[in-house]
Structure formats: structure tokens, C-alpha cells
């Protein structure tokens, strides 16, 4: 359970499948909070099992991560390696510039943000009920005033919203595009 360098991504040889997101949800919270390393990430179809969410982890960890699982009820399908060769995971968070605002988007949902104020300036995407919702919270408000997504929202999409948030927040404090 080591921790990365301040800026460097993270990046697992192994991948824990899961058969819906309230267990990938569910899983990347606990695995979180035990102190591992972890990436929410899609995976290939060909490993997807009625989920679209997976957990990239290190799989020298497999064990006390399954061993979590169990003992907090998490269930999940499998862990499988991730081999040179094998099919890219397709990363969640990806980042759009387009001159004085950030586009971040996170599975479905879109964050967009002026860079020198860090303004939000829209919330869209996903199909879920609170979206609405999390619009009317954020929009105009700066990111350092704005509530965050996982204290408002209810649903898959506010997670994923979260998750663009959490970027957007990396942005406009100094982080680099990846």
C-alpha cells in the first residue's frame, strides 16, 4: 500500500470485474478507505460482465483486497491480470481544452470551468434524475464555492460528476494535462 509520487497516475497490472456499478461503487470506497492504491476505471469489452466500472489495482495487493471484499460484502466477479498486450482500459476522466475553459468529463458527465477564475460554467450528461439538481448547485459558482457532487447527488451520475470535479479541482490548482 505505497503511495505515488505527488503527480504521477497510477497505474495497476491487474483488474477486479464487477457484475453491476453499486459494487464497483461500493468496492472502490472500501478499498479506498483500507488505504490501497486504486483506479475506477471501464474496462475492455471483452472483461466487461454486465458492468461498465471496474477497479485497476496492483494485484501483489489481490489478496487483502478480496479479503476486504469479503468482510465488507462487496461482491465482485473476479481479478484478472492485465498483461502487456492485453486491450487498453479506457480511462474515465478526459479533459478537453478549449482555450479559456476546461472541459472535464467523467464517464457521462461533463464539468466545464473558466481556467483564470475557475467559474463553472455548465454541468451536463448522464440520463439521471439529479441532474437538474447539481446544475442549478454548481453553475456560477467557483469551484472552491461550489458543493461537491457526493454531497448533493444521489446517483451513478453525480459519482461520475464527482469524479470531474475532483479534475477540475487538479486543474485550476496547477496540475498538468495528461
Not at 32 to 38: I, N, T
Not at 57 to 86: C, D, H, S, Y
Not at 138 to 158: E, F, N
Amino acid at each position: 500500500m505505497a503511495d505515488s509520487p505527488k503527480g504521477t497516475k497510477f497505474v495497476g497490472d491487474g483488474i477486479v470485474i464487477f457484475h453491476d456499478v453499486a459494487g464497483a461503487m461500493k468496492g472502490e470506497k472500501a478499498v479506498r478507505a483500507a488505504g490501497y492504491e486504486v483506479k475506477l476505471v471501464s474496462p475492455p469489452p471483452q472483461l466487461r460482465m454486465g458492468c461498465d466500472l471496474a477497479l485497476e489495482i496492483n494485484l501483489v495487493e489481490e489478496q487483502g483486497i478480496e479479503r476486504l471484499f469479503q468482510e465488507k460484502e462487496v461482491p465482485f466477479v473476479q481479478v484478472l491480470p492485465l498483461t502487456k498486450g492485453a486491450s487498453v482500459l479506457c480511462e474515465v476522466i478526459k479533459v478537453t481544452d478549449f482555450g479559456r475553459w476546461y472541459m472535464v468529463k467523467a464517464g457521462n458527465m461533463k464539468l466545464s470551468f473558466e481556467k483564470e477564475t475557475g467559474l463553472v460554467v455548465n454541468v451536463s450528461g448522464g440520463g439521471c434524475p439529479d441532474i437538474p439538481y447539481l446544475n442549478a448547485e454548481m453553475v456560477d459558482k467557483t469551484l472552491s464555492q461550489t458543493p461537491q457532487p457526493r454531497d448533493i447527488g444521489y446517483t451513478l451520475c453525480a459519482t461520475m460528476l464527482q469524479r470531474a470535479y475532483e479534475e477540475a479541482v487538479r486543474l485550476f490548482e496547477g496540475g498538468s494535462l495528461s
